[in-house]
């Protein structure tokens, strides 16, 4: 498994003074995702938690439904970068082996397979076609949740923050129960792969669709993040920054609560208000 942080040093510079030392970095490396051998996508992340990662992108893309369409998750051996040209294993490949009967995914040459740490949405061309994918109806879950629990959820996911703590560098996505206990915490360089692995570890567990679940993300609510709720199957959706307008469509749409601007003791509830109660 890669390094999830790196020494590097700097030269810190203030107006007064400048001084040399080491800065804690967070790691960023490519992962590459393949189902039943062929390469299907690649995306920079940070190392850890890779095969929660590869497993809620191939839910969250609709490739798969449930644990038990996924037979095994493997890392590849490519040719090592030590001069022997012999096979190393470089923990930045996985191959997913779906069960019989399960259908491979179509890979369009004309789609945006490769998504960036800033990016994940993938040539998702509408609304509809998520609507339309998602196996999961987020609105017609009952789950409610008091706004003293909404506000106590950054500070939670903020604790579960290891190496954000180190390094500023990370996002945060968390999975808490509608009683503000936290199921789940994890970290990336790229938003979308942390609530990846969130779901990804969902999906290991057997708990897709997220039923009573809420989802909070450190940064921005974009359409690709609640794409994602979405097709697990959460109700509730949060977030410490604003949402985009697309977003904000997609959880009207699908009868998802959006949370946004979730700060101190406010937020903005745009969507479903009707699940957060006083």
Known sequence: MGRVTARHRVRHVTAADEVARPETLAVEEPLEIRVDGAPITVTMRTPGSDVELAQGFLLTEGVVAAREDIASVRYCRGVGEDGSGLPQNTYNVLDV???????????????????????????????????????HAPGDDPATVSAETLCALPGKL??????FAATGGLHGAALFGTDGDVLVVREDIGRHNAVDKV???????????????VLLVSGRASFELTQKAVMAG??????????????????????LTLVAFLRGDSMNVYTRPDRVAN
């Open 199 to 213: 779901i990804g570890w969902a999906l290991e567990r057997g708990r897709i669709p997220l039923g009573g679940a």
């Open 234 to 255: 959460i109700p509730i959706l949060a977030a410490v920054s604003a949402p985009s307008s697309l977003a904000v469509d997609l959880a009207g749409q699908s009868g």
């Open 158 to 163: 903020r604790d579960g923050q290891k190496v």
């Open 97 to 135: 082996a779906l069960a019989p009967g399960v259908p491979t995914p179509d890979v369009d040459p004309t789609r945006n397979f490769y998504t960036t740490s800033s990016c994940g949405v993938c040539g998702k061309a509408s609304l509809e076609a998520v609507r339309l994918t998602s196996r």
